[in-house]
Nanobody, 111 residues
Framework: QVQLVESGGGLVQAGGSLRLSCAASGRSFFRNGMTWYRQPPGQQREWVAGLAAGGATNYEDSVKGRFAISRDNNGYTVYLQMNDLKPADTGVYYC?????WGQGTQVTVSA
């Protein structure tokens, strides 16, 4: 059974950067791909970015050009590099694969 663990969240000033990680056990991202979501305070969870099994990426419009997904060579860790962060990026970030969610990591961007 796949398990996902996110890490890398924190508090950063607007314009700063963070790199989130999603570590998988039980399944590789190579065959399954994965997606990142976030849940802003008091709002619904929303899709942020996706990495297909073949390597194609796609991003929600507000993060295009600022966020980037990548994975390591062994296929068990996926990263979300977040640059030029804005207060609107604040939220709990989750990774998801095969219907399984991680526990989330908090990102807070101060103005």
């Amino acid at each position: 059974q796949v398990q996902l663990v996110e890490s890398g969240g924190g508090l950063v000033q607007a314009g700063g950067s963070l790199r989130l990680s999603c570590a998988a056990s039980g399944r590789s991202f190579f065959r399954n791909g994965m997606t990142w979501y976030r849940q802003p305070p008091g709002q619904q969870r929303e899709w942020v970015a996706g990495l297909a099994a073949g390597g194609a990426t796609n991003y929600e419009d507000s993060v295009k050009g600022r966020f980037a997904i990548s994975r390591d060579n062994n296929g068990y860790t996926v990263y979300l590099q977040m640059n030029d962060l804005k207060p609107a990026d604040t939220g709990v970030y989750y990774c998801k694969m095969l219907g399984v969610w991680g526990q989330g990591t908090q990102v807070t961007v101060s103005a």
